[in-house]
C-alpha cells in the first residue's frame, strides 16, 4: 500500500512537472501576442471596469500583480498605488512587462515605485505580511495546486488587506489545456471559498461577468 501511494504521488508530480513545462514553453512562445489571447473570452474593458469598480472601496496601498504577464495590471493602476510589484515566473513576459512599462504613461514618481521580478507563484520570493493589495489575473488557472498558490498570497497579504482573483467560471472546455496550457478549467465559488477559508482569508466579494 506504502509502495502503490508513494507511486501515485511520483506520477501526480510528474504530472505536474509537465503541465508546468508546458505552460513555461507556451508563455514563451505566445509572450508577444498575449494581451489579444486573455481579451478572447470576456471583453477586457467589462473586466477591468469590475475590477476599478472594486477596488475604489480603499486606496491599494502596497500592491502586488503575481503573474503580471505583460503587465495591464501595473499600467491599470501602478499610479494609484504607494509601491506596485508586479511578478512572473517568465522571463519572456517580463522582458516584455519592462519594455512595455517604459512606454506607459506613468508620472515618472509611479515608474520609480514599480518593481518588475522574476518569481513563482508557489513559494514567493516576499517577506510575510508585505502588501495592502494582490491582483490574480487570469493566472490563477495555469497552477496546478491553485490552493498552495492563495496560501502564498495569504502569507504576503496584510493584515486588513485585499486579494482579487480575477478567472474563469468552472467550465468544460477541455481543449484549453492542450491548447492554451490551463491546468485548471476554471473554478466554482465554493471551491474558491474553501481555498480563501483554508488560508485565511474572509470571502467579501463575488462578481460572475
Avoid at 518588475?116 to 494582490?134: H, K, S, V, W, Y
Wanted: aromatic fraction near 6%; proline fraction near 2%.
Amino acid at each position: 500500500e506504502n509502495r502503490r501511494a508513494l507511486r501515485d504521488i511520483e506520477k501526480l508530480e510528474e504530472v505536474r512537472a509537465t503541465r508546468a513545462k508546458m505552460a513555461a514553453d507556451y508563455f514563451a512562445k505566445h509572450a508577444g501576442e498575449w494581451d489579444s489571447l486573455r481579451s478572447l473570452h470576456v471583453a477586457e474593458s467589462e473586466v477591468e471596469s469590475a475590477i476599478a469598480s472594486i477596488l475604489s472601496a480603499a486606496p491599494l496601498g502596497r500592491a502586488l500583480d503575481i503573474g503580471t504577464g505583460t503587465g495591464r495590471m501595473i499600467e491599470l493602476f501602478a499610479e494609484q498605488a504607494d509601491s506596485f510589484t508586479a511578478l512572473d515566473n517568465n522571463s519572456e513576459m517580463l522582458r516584455l512587462a519592462r519594455a512595455k512599462l517604459a512606454s506607459m504613461n506613468l508620472s515618472a514618481s509611479a515608474a520609480a515605485r514599480t518593481e518588475i521580478m522574476l518569481g513563482d507563484f508557489n513559494n514567493l520570493p516576499l517577506g510575510e505580511a508585505q502588501f495592502d493589495t494582490i491582483f490574480f489575473h487570469q493566472v490563477l488557472h495555469y497552477a496546478p495546486n491553485p490552493e498552495r498558490a492563495i496560501a502564498e498570497a495569504s502569507r504576503v497579504l496584510a493584515s486588513g488587506g485585499r486579494l482579487l482573483i480575477v478567472d474563469f467560471a468552472a467550465h468544460d472546455r477541455e481543449e484549453l489545456r492542450t491548447v492554451h496550457a490551463h491546468a485548471r478549467l476554471g473554478f466554482s465559488d465554493a471551491m474558491i471559498e474553501r481555498a480563501f477559508h483554508q488560508a485565511g482569508i474572509l470571502m467579501a466579494h463575488q462578481t460572475a461577468l
